[in-house]
Each structure stands twice: as structure tokens, then as C-alpha cells.
Antibody, heavy 129, light 110 residues
């Protein structure tokens, strides 16, 4: 059974760096098609995709936040860490990690992205001085 | 402003069939599978539909998905009160090299 659980600080001050950890269970990020992504949701607003890392070390980021985001995987600990620098009150949100696999079609050389099929419960982050 | 466009709200009475649309472009819906998510109040999103019209185990067959060109739709038949939730569409976007979401549709069961 695949599960993911987010952890990190609830309160951060403006300008600080946020570090969130996603602990994985039931799967490993050592396989190329396996991926773990981060998504956030400000209070009362829509989901916003942030970043994803795959087992082959491929990393992708939201262009609008690319300069502030870093996603890393620690296969030995079965964890994925997201850092977001220069935190601002507009970054106040619930942050989710999710299992996000992709499948490589050897005939076309194309990746197929099926969706985020298992989500963590989310962790709330408030940015305030 | 979300890359994928959804109506902000939808409604129906118990037993009715409702559809929620999701409009994108050639770089996302036009090139990749669409997935749909249901978010009940105060909970994490849950995958409802993937690969356009496939349902994960446990999702009732009242939920179905379709796609035409650069648009997709989620249909819910036999509407039930427990279907009252926010619904989001998503797809991979080649131009942005990442996932994009719709702005979400709040479904009210009258």
C-alpha cells in the first residue's frame, strides 16, 4: 500500500527558507518511472503544482517558482525534500506531496503522465512575522 | 489565472447527471492525458479519473471522463449528496514542462 506523509514547520517568518519532507511508504524512488511531486493550496484557492522528481533524477519545476524551489530525493531514507526560499505571506498554504508516476513509451520515445494517484494528508504552512 | 479553465461552479439535484468542463491547449490537454480530482471539504484531493476515462479502484462508475481535442469533461451520473465537493482537472504541459491544474469547480447538490 502506497502512502506519503508530509512534515515540516507550521509557522515560518517572511524571508526565511521553508523545508518540507515527504516520507514515502510502499514504494521506492529508485525506479525511473516513479515520481513524487509537491502541490500547494492557499486557503480557499485552487491547487498549484510546484515540482516533481523522478527515480532517474529528472526534476521539473513550476516556471513561476523555479528560482525559489529545490526538490531532492533521498532514496536511502525514502524521502523527498522540498525547499522554498524567500518565504512570503502569499506562500501560506497547505502543502501536499503525491505519488506521480510516468510511463515511457519506447515506440514513440514519449512519456505518458497518468496523474497523481496517491496524496499525503497535507501540511499547513503559515508565513507570518 | 489557471492554465486550464473550469467553470467555478456547477449544481444538480440528486439523481441528475452533471458535467464539468476543462479547457486547455495543444501543449497540455491536446497532447497528454487528463486526470480529475475530487476534494471533499477539509481533505486532500483524491484521484477520480486518469488516462482520460480510467477509474482507480474504489471510484464508482457514476464518474466518467472524456476528451475532445483540447478540452475534457467529467460527468457524474446519479448525483448523490456525498458528491458535493471541489473538482479539479490536470494535465502535463509540454511548454511549461510540468503539471497544470484547472481553477476548480465547486459542485453543489441541491
Amino acid at each position: 500500500q502506497i502512502t506519503l506523509k508530509e512534515s515540516g514547520p507550521t509557522l515560518v517568518k517572511p524571508t526565511q527558507t521553508l523545508t518540507l519532507t515527504c516520507t514515502l511508504s510502499g514504494f521506492s524512488l529508485s525506479t525511473s518511472g516513479v515520481g513524487v511531486g509537491w502541490i500547494r493550496q492557499p486557503p480557499g484557492k485552487a491547487l498549484e503544482w510546484l515540482a516533481v522528481v523522478y527515480g532517474d533524477d529528472d526534476e521539473r519545476y513550476s516556471p513561476s517558482l523555479r528560482s525559489r524551489l529545490t526538490i531532492t530525493k533521498d532514496t536511502s531514507k525514502n524521502q523527498v525534500v522540498l525547499t522554498l526560499t524567500k518565504m512570503d505571506p502569499v506562500d501560506t498554504a497547505t502543502y501536499y506531496c503525491a505519488h506521480s508516476p510516468r510511463y515511457y513509451d519506447i515506440l514513440t520515445g514519449y512519456h505518458h503522465y497518468y496523474g497523481m494517484d496517491v496524496w499525503g494528508q497535507g501540511t499547513t504552512v503559515i508565513v507570518s512575522s | 489565472q489557471s492554465v486550464l479553465t473550469q467553470p467555478p461552479s456547477a449544481s444538480g439535484t440528486p439523481g441528475q447527471r452533471v458535467t464539468i468542463s476543462c479547457s486547455g491547449s495543444s501543449s497540455n490537454i491536446g497532447s497528454h492525458y487528463v486526470s480529475w480530482y475530487q476534494q471533499l471539504p477539509g481533505t486532500a484531493p483524491k484521484l477520480l479519473i486518469y488516462r482520460i476515462n480510467q477509474r482507480p479502484s474504489g471510484v464508482p462508475d457514476r464518474f466518467s471522463g472524456s476528451k475532445s481535442g483540447t478540452s475534457a469533461s467529467l460527468a457524474i451520473s446519479g448525483l448523490r449528496s456525498e458528491d458535493e465537493a471541489d473538482y479539479y482537472c490536470a494535465a502535463w504541459d509540454d511548454s511549461l514542462s510540468g503539471w497544470v491544474f484547472g481553477g476548480g469547480t465547486k459542485l453543489t447538490v441541491l
